[in-house]
C-alpha cells in the first residue's frame, strides 16, 4: 500500500513526541514526552464553555467574543492596534493557524528560516508547501544566536522567518536585542515574520515581547497562538493568526474552506453519496452516485435541476479517454459540464449504461453553510424520490 501515497507524503515522518506519547500510554509510563499540562482548566473556562453547551451554542458563527478579546490583549500587553474583523483568524488551534499561514504565504522554492533547534511541526508545513526549510543554529549552552549566521542564511529567495518564544524545547525567551536583530533583517531584506507565541503567558524572569511590536513589523509579522497552554485546554484546540489584512483573510479563507469541505462530505455521504475521494484543494467534492442508482450523471443531474431546483454538474464532462465498457460517450452526446442546461436534458437514456465515468457528480462548495445545507435538503428529498437506499 505505500506505493499509492503520494511522494508528498513520503516525505513526512511520524511525529516522534506522539509516538512516544503513545507508547507512554501503553506502557502506563508518565508521560514527560508531550507538552500537555495534566493540571485542571481554570473553573470560569470551564463555566463558560458549559454555559454555552447549555444554551446550545454548538453551530458554525463567527467568533466575534475571541477576536474581540484578542483585540483587546493585543492593545493592552504589547500596544498593538490590531482590527477585531480584518487582523485575526480563529483556527483549531496554533498548529492549523502556523499551516494556513505558510500555505498563504510559502510558494514552491520559497525559503524559510528556522532557528535549530525547532518545534517539529514547522519543517513538514513548510515542505508540504513546496517551500525549503533553512536553518540557523541556536547555539548551545545559552542558545545564543549568532547575529552574523543569521544574517548570512537571508538570501533574495527568504520569503519568512519562523520565531518561537519562549522557544520549545530550550525555553529559552528571545531578548530584544536578538528581536532587533531579526526585525531589522525582515525590514531589510522585506521578509515576513511567522511567529509561534503559544507560550507567551509563561514566561519566568524574563519579559515576552511580540516581534510584532518593533519598528516596521507589525505590517509584516503573523502571530499565531492558542489557548491550549495558556488554559491547560490542548485538546479544545482553540488558536488564531494575528495578520496583516490580506494574509488574514487569506487563513480565515483556507480555514472555511477546510471547514466546508468536511461539511459538504458529511452532508453528501449522510444522503447516500459516496465521497471516496476527500478533496485536498480546490472548493469541488467529486461524489459518486449511490449504487442503487439506476440513471446516469446527466439524467440525474438534468432532472435534479427541473424538479429539485439544485444545480450540480454531471462528472462524464471531465473524462477524456475512452473505455472499453463505456457505451456513453458525453464529448459526442453534446453533454459536459460546459454545454448549455437544454443539451444536458437532452442527454439520450443511452447514459444509463453504468460505467464509472457516468457516477460521479461535480458540487461546488464555495458557498455558505446555509446554502450548503438548503442544497443538502433538497438532494435529501430528491435521492428519496428516487428511491435511492442510504448505503
Ligand atoms: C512551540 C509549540 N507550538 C505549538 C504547539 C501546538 O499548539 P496547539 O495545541 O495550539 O496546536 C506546541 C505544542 O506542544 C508547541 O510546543
Given at each position: 500500500m505505500e506505493r499509492k501515497l503520494s511522494k508528498r507524503s513520503l516525505t513526512l515522518k511520524p511525529s516522534p513526541i506522539q509516538e512516544l506519547s503513545h507508547l507512554a500510554q501503553r506502557c502506563n509510563a508518565i508521560n514527560l514526552a508531550e507538552g500537555f499540562p495534566d493540571f485542571p482548566a481554570p473553573s470560569e473556562l470551564k463555566d463558560a464553555a458549559?454555559?454555552?453547551i447549555r444554551a446550545d451554542f454548538n453551530q458554525y458563527r463567527h467568533v466575534?467574543?475571541?477576536c474581540d478579546y484578542l483585540a483587546q490583549t493585543m492593545k493592552l500587553n504589547h500596544g498593538l492596534d490590531v482590527d477585531p474583523v480584518k487582523n485575526i483568524a480563529i483556527c483549531c488551534g496554533q498548529s492549523e493557524a502556523f499551516a494556513a499561514t505558510i500555505l498563504s504565504v510559502v510558494d514552491e522554492g520559497d525559503e524559510v528560516l528556522l532557528l535549530d533547534p525547532a518545534y517539529e511541526t514547522y519543517d513538514a508545513c513548510i515542505t508540504m508547501a513546496?517551500?525549503?526549510p533553512v536553518y540557523v543554529a541556536l547555539n548551545p549552552p545559552h542558545w545564543t544566536l549568532e547575529i552574523e549566521e543569521l544574517m548570512a542564511a537571508f538570501t533574495p529567495r527568504t520569503k519568512a522567518i519562523v520565531l518561537n518564544s519562549p522557544h520549545n524545547p530550550t525555553?529559552?525567551?528571545?531578548?530584544?536585542?536578538?528581536?532587533?536583530v531579526i526585525a531589522e533583517m525582515c525590514c531589510r531584506m522585506d521578509c515576513l515574520a511567522i511567529t509561534d507565541e503559544v507560550y507567551e503567558h509563561i514566561t519566568f524572569?524574563?519579559?515576552?515581547?511580540t516581534l510584532a511590536s518593533l519598528p516596521g513589523m507589525l505590517e509584516r509579522t503573523i502571530i499565531t497562538s492558542s489557548m491550549s497552554k495558556t488554559y491547560s485546554v490542548t485538546g479544545w484546540r482553540v488558536g488564531w493568526a494575528v495578520a496583516p489584512f490580506e494574509i488574514a483573510s487569506s487563513i480565515r479563507n483556507i480555514h472555511e474552506y477546510m471547514e466546508r469541505r468536511d461539511y459538504i462530505v458529511d452532508l453528501l455521504n449522510a444522503i447516500g453519496f459516496k465521497v471516496h475521494f476527500k478533496p485536498q484543494g480546490a472548493v469541488f467534492v467529486f461524489a459518486e452516485l449511490p449504487q442503487t442508482?439506476?440513471?446516469?450523471d446527466v439524467e440525474y443531474v438534468s432532472e435534479l435541476i427541473k424538479v429539485a431546483g439544485v444545480a450540480a454538474v454531471p462528472g462524464c464532462g471531465f473524462f477524456h479517454a475512452k473505455g472499453k465498457s463505456s457505451k456513453q460517450d458525453c464529448s459526442q452526446s453534446n453533454v459536459g459540464p460546459f454545454h448549455s442546461l437544454e443539451?444536458?436534458?437532452?442527454?439520450?437514456t443511452s447514459c444509463t449504461t453504468k460505467d464509472y465515468r457516468n457516477s460521479y457528480i461535480r458540487f461546488a462548495y464555495c458557498k455558505s453553510k446555509a446554502t450548503l445545507l438548503a442544497a443538502a435538503e433538497k438532494l435529501h428529498k430528491y435521492n428519496e424520490k428516487l428511491g435511492l437506499h442510504m448505503m
Open positions: 458549559i454555559a454555552a466575534q467574543g475571541l513546496g517551500g525549503i525555553g529559552k525567551v528571545f531578548s530584544r536585542n536578538e528581536l532587533m524572569d524574563s519579559e515576552h515581547i442508482c439506476a440513471i446516469s443539451s444536458v436534458g437532452s442527454c439520450e
